[in-house]
């Protein structure tokens, strides 16, 4: 397991999340997607210089010693574009603590089987759930750790298996964090417009706001 000097280019990191997958979770976004949904909830994570480099081997450390996680879940941006270095974190992760592993992704869970490439094919290999498909505004839903009703929950694994029968509960539920300097950092997959509304109403009270949805 080559490692020296492997990168990811992240928008985010969160060391606790609890509304995008099973159980308390961290999670990476990646930076960079090329899909161009209308009404993507972080455009801002399209944009593939956008974000920051960061050693893989730095945030395997780092999700490895957050006592409350069961799991990682990875987001963007899309997971897929940067699948060797995510590959390798999970990797690096696994061999200090047997974390369960989520990812979303555009693409579909039949075309990564049909035609991923070598290092795509390895990443799912690694994975315990996927939610796939791009977001599709028209078809916009509040089913749990998806935007749209065309996205799948795929367990390829048993470890979540249980939850099968509770992924049309559309609680709408969001992670409301107040970071150290006071930046009021949200997580989760909101409606369409919940965004602007809820970011609008915070600013006019002068909050700093950061999404990582
Ligand atoms: S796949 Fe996800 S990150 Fe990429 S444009 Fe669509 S909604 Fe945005």
Redesign the pocket.
């Known amino acids: 397991m080559s490692q020296d000097g492997a990168m990811l280019r992240v928008a985010g990191v969160a060391d606790t999340c609890t509304t995008l997958g099973p159980g308390v979770r961290a999670v990476v976004w990646v930076q960079g997607?090329e899909?161009?949904?209308p009404g993507?909830?972080?455009?801002e994570?399209?944009n593939p210089s956008g974000g920051y480099n960061i050693p893989v081997e730095d945030i395997a450390a780092h999700i490895s010693s957050l006592i409350p996680i069961e799991g990682v879940t990875l987001s963007?941006?899309?997971p897929f574009l940067q699948s060797g270095p995510l590959a390798l974190l999970i990797k690096l992760i696994q061999r200090r603590r047997p974390l369960s592993i989520m990812a979303y992704t555009?693409f579909t869970l039949q075309y990564l089987r049909e035609f991923g490439k070598a290092d795509q094919k390895d990443l799912l290999a690694h994975l315990d759930i996927l939610v796939d498909g791009?977001?599709i505004i028209e078809r916009a839903t509040a089913k749990r750790w998806r935007?749209s009703d065309n996205q799948c929950v795929h367990f390829l694994t048993p470890r979540y298996a249980r939850l099968a029968d509770q992924l049309d509960d559309d609680t709408f539920c969001l992670d409301v964090q107040v970071g150290k300097d006071g930046t009021v950092i949200w997580m989760g997959i909101p409606p369409p417009g919940f965004r602007e509304r809820f970011e609008k109403g915070l600013g006019l009270r002068q909050i700093r706001l950061k999404c990582l949805s």
Not at 40 to 43: D, M
């Open positions: 997607c899909r161009g949904c993507c909830i972080a455009p994570k399209q963007g941006g899309e555009g791009p977001f935007g």
